[in-house]
C-alpha cells in the first residue's frame, strides 16, 4: 500500500436513532490507528440521512447539496473504474414532511468509505469488479496488515 501523497477518508454513516452503531464505532477506531500509523493523513466522519433528494434542481438544505455532490463524484470514479457502486442504485418516491409533495430519493447507505488521494477520489466503498465486491472494511484490513495491525482486536 502506497503511503506517498496525502491520503485522506471520509467516512459517511447512516447512525441508528441512539447515535452511532456498535460497527461505526470500531470502523472509526480502526481509521484512527491508520491516522496514528501514517497510512492516512486525515479521517472525516460525516452522517447523512436515509435518503437524498434527486429530482428538484436545487438541493433543500446545504447537507443535501454536499451529499449530491459528493455521490456524483463517487458516479464519476466508478464510471472512469468500470465498477459498479450497488448501495448508491437504490432508488424512493418520498414525501417531503407531513403533507409535502412526493420526489424521487437516492436511498443512502449505512456506510460509504471514500479514500482521496490529494484532491482525487482514490476507491470508494463498497463497490463491485468482474472478480468480486470490495468493501471499505477490506480497505482497513488491507491497511492495517501494511502496518501489522491485529485487526481482529479494536477497543471501542
Not at 491516522?35 to 472525516?44: N, P, R, Y
Not at 468482474?130 to 471499505?136: K, L, N, S, V, W
Request: net charge negative.
Amino acid at each position: 500500500m502506497q503511503t506517498d501523497g496525502e491520503r485522506r477518508v471520509e467516512l459517511w454513516i447512516r447512525p441508528i436513532r441512539d447515535g452511532l452503531g456498535e460497527e461505526h464505532q470500531a470502523l472509526i477506531v480502526r481509521l484512527e490507528r491508520l491516522a496514528d500509523g501514517g497510512v492516512v493523513d486525515d479521517v472525516c466522519v460525516r452522517t447523512w440521512g436515509r435518503n437524498v433528494d434527486v429530482e428538484s434542481d436545487l438541493a433543500p438544505t446545504k447537507r443535501d447539496a454536499v451529499v449530491r455532490e459528493r455521490l456524483a463524484e463517487c458516479r464519476h470514479w466508478a464510471r472512469t473504474e468500470g465498477v459498479a457502486l450497488p448501495t448508491l442504485d437504490d432508488k424512493a418516491t418520498v414525501g417531503s414532511g407531513r403533507m409535502g409533495p412526493e420526489h424521487d430519493a437516492v436511498v443512502l447507505p449505512r456506510t460509504l468509505g471514500i479514500v482521496f488521494r490529494g484532491d482525487d477520489i482514490e476507491a470508494v466503498y463498497p463497490h463491485e469488479r468482474d472478480e468480486g465486491a470490495r468493501t471499505f472494511a477490506d480497505w482497513v484490513e488491507t491497511a492495517e496488515s501494511f502496518l501489522g495491525i491485529d485487526h481482529e482486536h479494536v477497543e471501542v
